[in-house]
């Protein structure tokens, strides 16, 4: 497709507003692109095509970079296409742009007519001989009713996909996770049709993922995502000194004090860094923020703060495996490849155990969210929502929900709040109207067909169930590690957290095949020169202060590890 016009154009040119012009008589077209470029040039971009497939291709590709398009003119006589059908379709792609007709004065009837059809705005005739008093009077006043419009370019990358798309849903919420920043749009929307046309697809290949340099994924797996926005999802070398697993506040606390101490550090994250507290709307116990702070804020500047000291960091990266050899650890990648390192530190934290109630697999993404209340508070305005937990997390979520929903009812199983809560946060919620909590009440059922509509819930000790309308449902319960790949390589205790340090020293005995002449260390497992830290770790406190000074404390234990390895 010739569309060279535009791969070819400088980049400091690139977010000026577009004339576009389209004619099939290479010198008329040559001639009016040269007109224009005289008296506009400065504040727009003449981008000049020579047929109306060829000027429809180049709007598509226009759309799909999030230019502007301010005015349109065609020639009315082109043997592919008129300059009316042109600007016909060229309207869908581009409704705010002025549109005019350039015809022969034979065809002045027909261009009257098209006023009408196309809502053209000007008709001119050929020849515009001089162009001060028949070219740019009239592409000024098309150009004054375009900035009317007030239209912006699009700068960031755009979404477009459904309300209740489960992948629409994790292609955003990983874009958020990962401060990509982004506009989303449904597929209803104007906008979202317009992009679906000019990347030449309909609804059924939501979501469609459009980047800044005009180039867009059709339902996009999360690794390809990663790497067309930019996120490292390969190391750069095959050996380091450490290799952290999990990117959470545990993995970057200890990715920031390795690579700030000179260690060749990479971090390997399965889906966003952040972790649990990249999904908190407010952490408010974390040292030094009085005022709280976004999960989404600390994970920006701790993943900032370990780029800046030279750690590596990748995302999308899956492990799977820990293989242990003579002097050095590796691990496996679920999609292949390993990275190797001296030693490796385990901070893959906990993630929330999935609702075990019927209706729950089918409208996961569909209206039930595991965690991510702060990708979907927008969409809950005005509903009635329901959250699932007792514990900080659902206090966080209710606190925050309560301003975008009308109705909040919280859902705990036990009989009170007080052992699982922290007092800021019942204090909170005791003072908010539109936040109910319910005690010894369970989920029994969620239906819907598209999408969630109802819940079914259970009060524990009378028996009793209702059903209830409900957009949504976010569950915050029973966080488990996911340490199965570890099974035979390193103890775990019957719940599966990491067994370390003491804890590995039953009845004052070294853990099996432990070969040193030196107790574990007190963050070490029980392979020597593996770690872990934070909530993966048993008996570890499960908040994210203490996270991140278990990393930073692995990392000192680590530096030990080597200098006597
Ligand atoms: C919504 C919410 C609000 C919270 N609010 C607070 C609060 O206000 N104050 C507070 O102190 N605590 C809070 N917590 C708890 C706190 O966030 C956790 O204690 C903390 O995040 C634990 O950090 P971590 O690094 O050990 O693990 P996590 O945060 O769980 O991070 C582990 C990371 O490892 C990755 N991972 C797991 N397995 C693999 C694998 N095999 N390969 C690659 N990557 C892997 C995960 O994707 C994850 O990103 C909150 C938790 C939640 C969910």
């Keep these: 497709m010739p569309v060279s016009v535009l791969t070819c154009m400088a980049t400091d040119s690139d977010r000026k507003p577009i004339l576009l012009t389209v004619d099939d008589d290479p010198g008329v077209s040559r001639a009016v692109a040269r007109d224009l470029r005289r008296q506009y040039g400065e504040d727009y971009r003449v981008v000049r095509t020579e047929s109306g497939p060829q000027a429809l291709a180049t709007l598509r590709e226009l759309k799909l970079r999030g230019d502007l398009v301010a005015v349109m003119l065609a ?35 027909a261009a009257i007519q098209a006023i009408n059809i196309v809502d053209l705005d000007h008709y001119l005739l050929k020849p515009w001989d001089p162009p001060e008093e028949k070219l740019y009077p009239v592409v000024d006043s098309l150009i004054e009713m375009w900035q009317e419009s007030d239209e912006q370019p ?8 459904h309300r209740w798309s489960a992948r629409s849903f994790e292609v955003r919420d990983f874009l958020a996770r990962n401060s990509v920043p982004y506009h989303w749009h449904t597929s209803e929307e104007p906008e979202g049709q317009r992009l679906l046309a000019a990347a030449g697809v309909d609804v059924t290949s939501i979501p469609l993922v459009v980047t800044p340099d005009s180039n867009y994924l059709i339902d996009p797996s999360v690794g390809e995502l990663a790497a067309k926005v930019g996120l490292s999802t390969t190391p750069s070398t095959d050996f380091y000194d450490v290799v952290i697993v999990g990117g959470g506040p545990a993995g970057l606390g200890a990715a920031v004090y390795a690579a700030s101490e000179g260690l060749r550090t990479v971090l390997v994250e399965r889906q966003a860094t952040g972790g649990q507290a990249g999904q908190s709307s407010r952490i408010e116990n974390y040292l030094g923020f009085p005022d709280g702070v976004t999960g989404s804020q600390l994970t920006d500047r701790a993943r900032r703060q370990a780029h800046k000291f030279g750690a590596e960091v ?10 242990v050899r003579p002097s050095s650890r590796a691990v496996r990648f679920a999609d292949g490849g390993q990275v190797v390192a001296h030693a490796v530190l385990l901070a893959t934290g906990i993630a929330y155990r999935r609702l075990d109630v019927p209706g729950a697999d089918a409208l996961t993404g569909r209206g039930l969210f595991y965690g991510s209340a702060v990708t979907e508070a927008s969409a809950c305005a005005g509903d009635d929502i329901f959250i699932v937990g007792g514990a900080n997390s659902a206090g966080q979520a209710a606190v925050f929900l309560s301003r975008h929903a009308r109705q909040v009812t919280v859902l705990v199983r036990a009989d009170n709040l007080e052992k699982s809560m922290s007092h800021y946060l019942i204090r909170q ?79 004052r005995q070294r853990p099996r095949g432990w070969k040193l002449d030196r107790d574990p260390h007190f963050l070490e497992a029980s392979t020597p020169g593996v770690f872990a830290a934070g909530d993966v770790r048993a008996n570890s406190v499960k908040r994210v202060a203490s996270a991140v000074g278990e990393g930073a404390m692995a990392i000192q234990l680590i530096h030990g590890y080597l200098e006597h390895q």
């Excluded at 700068?155 to 996909?161: E, I, K, M, S, Y």
């Design 154 to 161: 699009a700068t960031h990358t755009q979404v477009v996909g």
């Design 75 to 109: 020639d009315h006589r082109m043997p592919e296409m008129s300059g009316l059908e042109f600007l016909e379709e060229a309207m869908d792609l581009f409704p705010h742009a002025r549109r005019a007709l350039l015809t022969a004065y034979a065809d002045t009837d």
């Design 429 to 507: 919620i005791d003072e908010i109207p539109n936040v109910e909590v319910r005690l010894t009440t369970e989920v029994v059922a969620l239906h819907g067909d598209d999408h969630l509509e109802t819940i079914t819930i259970c009060d524990s000790t009378t028996g009793k169930q209702e059903t209830a309308p409900a957009s949504y449902v976010f569950v915050f319960i029973g966080a488990a590690p996911r340490t199965e790949w570890l099974e035979g390589v390193i103890q775990r205790d019957a719940r599966g957290f990491v067994l370390t340090g003491p804890d590995l020293r039953l009845e």
């Design 314 to 323: 990748l995302t999308t990266r899956d492990v799977v495996g820990l293989d």
